[in-house]
């Protein structure tokens, strides 16, 4: 028995997918080539970058890079273990930990900005156009919107200067 399924839905699936995969293993390879850091382990990082005081509740943080507590509890673990990011118990609820981003880790994921961005305009930016990117925000604003998420979350800042906190553009200097 063969259910019904729109073709072309599914075919934008397809190349949703693997788009995604391409565009990931493009910017791991870079990340891993130029600064031996793993894109999983830089996204963390830059979201500890950003926040407050450099620190998130492990399970805000959970939240923000799309992992379960425990996978993110082991990724933690092996950020730790390299001196990137510390653990610290939280004073108002004995129940909930911080990630905290150690001096380290604020050197190594600046070090690292410029790599992600020029993978980015590599990999993503420079095959788009402004019309592309507009539609594209939509299409996925309505899958997100659907699902009762956050078309763009508050954090919307996605690789910003870990010192300054000015946009990551500033960080790789000119790119032309």
Excluded at 133 to 150: E, M, N, W, Y
């Amino acid at each position: 028995m063969r259910l019904p399924i729109d073709e072309d839905r599914l075919r934008a699936w397809i190349a949703l997918m693997r788009a995604h995969a391409v565009v990931v293993d493009g910017l791991e390879e870079e990340l891993l080539r130029e600064r031996e850091l793993p894109l999983a382990w830089h996204e963390v990082l830059v979201h500890l970058a950003r926040a407050p005081e450099g620190r998130l509740r492990m399970q805000e943080l959970a939240d923000s890079v799309l992992l379960s507590k425990s996978g993110l509890s082991r990724l933690v673990d092996r950020l730790e273990a390299a001196g990137y990011v510390a653990r610290e118990s939280c004073d108002a609820d004995r129940r909930g930990t911080y990630a905290v981003l150690t001096p380290e880790g604020r050197r190594v994921v600046r070090a690292a900005a410029p790599v992600f961005v020029r993978a980015f305009d590599e990999h993503v930016a420079r095959h788009l156009t402004d019309e592309d990117v507009r539609t594209l925000r939509s299409v996925l604003g309505k899958i997100l919107s659907g699902h009762g998420k956050a078309v763009e979350p508050d954090d919307v800042e996605c690789a910003p200067d870990v010192e300054a906190g000015e946009p990551a553009s500033t960080l790789a200097g000119d790119r032309a």
